[in-house]
């Protein structure tokens, strides 16, 4: 029994059944945003709870200013100050101004790794292992004494580069001040009149920050942006290459007249049916995990100021990387080659995706078994890549044994892998519905592992107060509308014309209904209203604790790399980082 059985090309051209599949359309598409305008509404007020209930946190009282006109004879810092002082007199709390710190980055780092080798060396009980050969020929020495010696080089070559910091200014500075509202109208208020001076955004959270940003110049940024868009586009153009190949598996007759001397194994029935079952959808799983870090390294030189603006980043260019080559790539791969000329024109696009989408159903229900089912199952609940890293990677870091740092959810990995399925459920509720058994099971596995990932083992290392919510609407949208289009040229294909014509308002009021939530819900996702941020300041006015919080929030967003250091060979505070977490 074959699967197109249980699809919709199984139903005969013209049945009144298909009439069937157009109510479960409309019916499905009314459930899909009810519950979407539900948990939209109910994400938002989450949203406002957790800004009533949370303490004062710094990136609330403070923005991040950049384009700023040093006066003559005045440094940063001073201009900053001046402008501040006089048009927020009442509300300027104080200021930090960035330094070009991309040379001291470097220089900690390696002094922090040196002070982990050392306070290594100092806990072995063997005197013997404390003895290190210097270089790769060089003869052994006391390595407390040889890394001692190394780290104080280092902190004496940080001291000074510290020292020469001075005049070193970024045209950018964080500035607090005294009231959640008063940061609020510095960022959506321009300062002055020149529109490309003074520009205000809000600032992250201290620990969020991505300093080395700051070391880039405005042209230097404006041309990695450009340099983006190329790779990005490369790196997608490129990946067609593996599903090329994935695609060519799944037709063993093409196999054949590309290898003819298999022709004989091809034939054998366990063969043909691991190649054309699991093996494409393992193979193009083993190419799209080498993606994630390149979306990231992307997202990284894009001139985003904060690590969480990088991931918002790396998850949204991940995910339409994800939808337009593991599922239009797959679906098209085996029609657009011989149909060029109906993807230049609109009106048969619906067709040509009514042709190419239930064709590969059975190669999407393969797909969510190894990419879904075993790799939830190995990545997630075993981590076995992370842990095989972490033992080759032990010996080289100099980390101590004991030493271990809890990993933070990778939005920009996990998110648009659960936005396809999303994408393929959806898609195919009305072509193959036998997928969506397999999606059930693998949603109710990611449930019980992800929860038991975000309460045992992630640590999330910024707030993200649901802001990744709007990426997930906007997809189910997507895979709606892509569903509204794939239905139109179904029931063309299957010669009834008037289900098809009445099926055109059901994308034109689901497009309606999102402007909709993004008009009612959007913007409390970009920043708190006023009444919000009065009443937290009302009640910042009566708690005691406001002045110590004023004293921290004044060197909060100094960069790390600039704080005082001390000298570790005298102490013994060797499990101490060289620098403040």
Not at 185 to 194: E, L, S, Y
Not at 526 to 539: R, T
Request: charge should be neutral; charged fraction near 20%; hydrophobic fraction near 45%.
């Amino acid at each position: 029994m074959s699967l197109d059985t249980f699809s919709i090309s199984n139903v005969d051209d013209g049945s009144n059944w298909l009439w069937v599949h157009f109510c479960a359309a409309y019916v499905f598409s009314a459930a899909v945003c009810y519950l979407l305008y539900d948990e939209y509404s109910y994400i938002s007020s989450r949203r406002i709870a957790h800004f009533y209930s949370s303490k004062p946190q710094p990136n609330q009282f403070t923005v991040l200013v950049r384009g700023i006109p040093v006066l003559s004879g005045s440094s940063g810092s001073e201009t900053v100050d001046k402008f501040f002082t006089e048009y927020y007199s009442s509300t300027y709390l104080s200021h930090s101004v960035v330094r070009r710190t991309s040379k001291l980055q470097h220089l900690t780092s390696d002094a922090d790794k040196v002070h982990r080798t050392l306070a290594r060396l100092k806990s072995e009980k063997d005197p013997q292992k404390r003895f290190q050969r210097d270089g790769l020929f060089g003869r052994k020495v006391d390595g407390l004494d040889h890394y001692g010696k190394k780290l104080d080089d280092l902190e004496d070559t940080v001291r000074l580069e510290q020292s020469s910091l001075a005049g070193k200014e970024v045209s950018a500075a964080f500035v607090s001040f005294k009231s959640r509202l008063a940061a609020a109208i510095a960022v959506h208020i321009q300062q002055g009149t020149n529109p490309t001076e003074w520009v205000t955004e809000g600032a992250p959270e201290p620990q969020d920050v991505h300093w080395p940003f700051f070391s880039s110049s405005f042209i230097k940024r404006w041309v990695s942006k450009l340099v983006v868009v190329v790779a990005y586009a490369a790196v997608t153009i490129l990946f067609l290459i593996p599903v090329a190949i994935v695609q060519g598996l799944t037709n063993l007759e093409q196999l054949e007249t590309w290898f003819p001397f298999l022709t004989s194994i091809l034939n054998l029935t366990v063969v043909s049916e691991v190649i054309t079952g699991y093996l494409p959808s393992l193979i193009l799983q083993l190419f799209l995990s080498l993606v994630p870090p390149i979306m990231i390294l992307l997202s990284s030189m894009e001139g985003y100021i904060s690590f969480s603006q990088i991931q918002k980043g790396a998850c949204m260019k991940m995910l339409w990387f994800t939808i337009w080559n593991i599922f239009f790539a797959n679906v098209l791969s085996g029609t657009a080659l011989s149909q060029v000329e109906s993807l230049l024109e609109p009106k048969k696009i619906p067709g040509l995706l009514a042709d190419g989408v239930p064709a590969q159903a059975s190669f999407f229900i393969a797909y969510v078994v190894t990419s879904g089912w075993t790799s939830t199952v190995s990545s997630e609940l075993f981590r076995l890549k992370p842990l095989i890293f972490s033992l080759i990677k032990r010996p080289f870091s100099g980390k101590d044994s004991d030493e271990f740092e809890a990993p933070s959810i990778p939005y920009h990995k996990e998110i648009p892998k659960i936005l396809l399925f999303g994408v393929l459920g959806i898609t195919y509720f009305l072509l193959a519905p036998l997928i969506l058994p397999f999606l059930l099971v693998y949603c109710c596995m990611g449930y019980l592992i992800f929860r038991n990932q975000l309460l045992n083992v992630y640590a999330p290392k910024y707030e993200t107060g649901g802001k990744l919510w709007p990426i997930v609407h906007n997809s189910t949208i997507f895979s709606l509308v892509l569903m509204h289009i794939i239905a139109i040229g179904i029931f063309g294909i299957k010669t009834l014309p008037l289900a098809a014509s009445l099926m055109i308002p059901l994308p034109i009021l689901t497009l309606l209904f999102n402007e909709y939530c993004r008009k009612r819900f959007l913007p409390i996702f970009k920043s708190y209203p006023v009444e919000c941020l009065v009443k937290k300041d009302i009640e910042d006015q009566s708690d005691p604790s406001m002045d110590a919080f004023y004293d921290k929030l004044r060197t909060a967003y100094e960069d790390p790399v600039l704080m005082p250091i001390q000298r570790r060979r005298s102490t013994d505070g060797y499990n101490s980082p060289l620098l403040p977490r």
